[in-house]
């Protein structure tokens, strides 16, 4: 179906909408105010987050499924009011388990929602520059942080926490809300003007699996343990970063801070970067690097004494980590199709999940057991992207054999 839609400008406001909810990640500039307002312990506080992370396949599942019935705009103005008022109600909160349904729940269900729904649309909207479509939505996403950190810090410094959440969400809301009314679903069946689809997608046998039939192929188990595998090891880095930078090299809070900002500024590049990269190269290729890359950059932190090291490290796992999440939408909609694309992406999202849940666990477990160093963390993953990169050649058989299997032509019954 061809039919004229400005697909950039869709692109733009989505990504607009995920530097909003992006913002879900600027928590540890919330969480030790936070601390002081309802004379709590840290971990208390950082249990809102901890419910933010593991509630996260929920809404990317709903948030899909409306995707995927032409409702992209109707489930970011749900999911945008959920994120704003979350925000909002944080700010008014008297103790910490408020929190956790406020910016736990309320806040992760609206975040979640909203991030399917941009993330969906867009890739339905790009079949033919998927891979960039995906990173630069999802640098928006990434890089919500770099963009509201420093804006959130002033507004704390002088207004106070509670406030500056309030603040923020009614921001939020207004432009999340204003951005979706730019925002148009993908028609089904659409083919960008000038494009040609590949013949294997004009197939009449065309692949449009449901998730209850996808989660039965092994195809999806690899694909889901690749997706935790790659983003295993930067959630080890995003949770401890500027610990790491304090114990292990010996930076100030403030110097370890900036390293934050590198960590976040590369994540959000990466997402860019290796998406479209793996368009001229193929996403298997392009996983098979990252996967080494990751591996020679834990080598490079665990053997370093010097900041130069430390930035390099950083850098680099920082550009995999966002490669990670700009590549694997493409990837589902590549393997499973795009008619539910949105539940599907989500289902799969579980292995992003399962990253968030063990990467800090991992790192926190290895370095109180080593007096605070994180060195035997950084083997651990080193070895575990080296069984992703083992993986990539099993992925890389089954699509063969996919393909092969698509192409030939069916024995006469």
């Known amino acids: ?9 869709i692109l733009v406001a989505s990504t607009l909408i995920n530097i909003c909810v992006g913002a879900i990640y600027a928590f540890s500039i919330f ?11 840290m971990p208390e506080i950082m249990m809102a987050f901890t419910i933010n992370a593991a509630i996260s396949p929920i809404p990317m599942i709903l948030g899909g499924k409306l995707v995927d019935k032409g409702g992209a705009k109707i489930a970011i103005l749900i999911g945008g009011t959920m994120f704003g008022l979350g925000f909002m109600l944080s700010g008014l909160v008297t103790a910490p388990w408020m929190l956790y349904i406020t910016y736990g729940v309320i806040t992760g269900l609206g975040q979640g929602i909203v991030y399917s729904a941009t993330i969906g649309n867009s890739v339905k909207l790009f079949p033919d520059k998927r891979g960039l479509a995906a990173g630069i939505v999802t640098a928006g996403y990434g890089g919500g942080t770099i963009v509201i950190a420093p804006i959130a810090n002033a507004l704390i410094a002088s207004n106070g926490v509670q406030p500056t959440l309030i603040a923020l969400g009614i921001v939020f809301l207004v432009i999340i809300l204003s951005c979706s009314l730019m925002v148009k679903p993908c028609p089904v069946g659409y ?9 294997a997608s004009t197939n009449k046998g065309a692949i449009n699996i449901p998730w209850n039939e996808m989660v039965k192929k092994p195809l999806f188990y690899v694909i ?20 790491i930078g304090q114990t292990m090299f010996g930076l ?11 960590y976040s500024l590369s994540n959000c590049l990466g997402r860019v970067f290796w998406g479209a990269v793996s368009d001229k190269i193929g996403r298997t290729k392009c996983l098979m690097v990252i996967y080494l890359v990751i591996a020679a950059m834990m080598l490079t932190i665990a053997l370093s004494t010097s900041v130069v090291g430390f930035a390099v490290a950083i850098f680099g796992i920082g550009l995999c980590f966002g490669g990670t999440m700009g590549i694997f939408p493409s990837i589902v909609g590549e393997k499973f199709g795009m008619k539910y694309y949105g539940v599907n992406y989500g289902v799969t999202f579980i292995g992003y999940s399962g990253a968030a849940f063990f990467g800090p666990r991992i ?3 290895v370095a109180a057991a080593n007096n605070g160093m994180f060195t035997n963390a950084f083997y651990i993953a080193l070895v575990i992207s080296l069984v992703g990169f083992a993986l990539t050649f099993i992925f890389k058989a089954m699509e063969n054999k996919l393909l092969t299997r698509q192409t030939s032509p069916k024995k006469a019954a």
């Open 31 to 41: 969480a030790l105010p936070l601390t002081k307002v309802f004379d709590a312990t």
């Open 191 to 199: 083919i960008p003007q000038g494009w040609t689809p590949p013949a």
């Open 252 to 262: 100030s809070a403030a110097t370890a801070a900036l390293f934050v900002s590198l």
């Open 1 to 9: 179906m061809n039919v004229e839609l400005n697909r950039w400008r």
């Open 363 to 365: 790192a926190n477990g």
């Open 224 to 243: 889901a343990s690749m997706f935790l595998i790659g983003a295993l090891s930067g959630m080890m880095v995003t949770s401890n970063a500027s610990i």
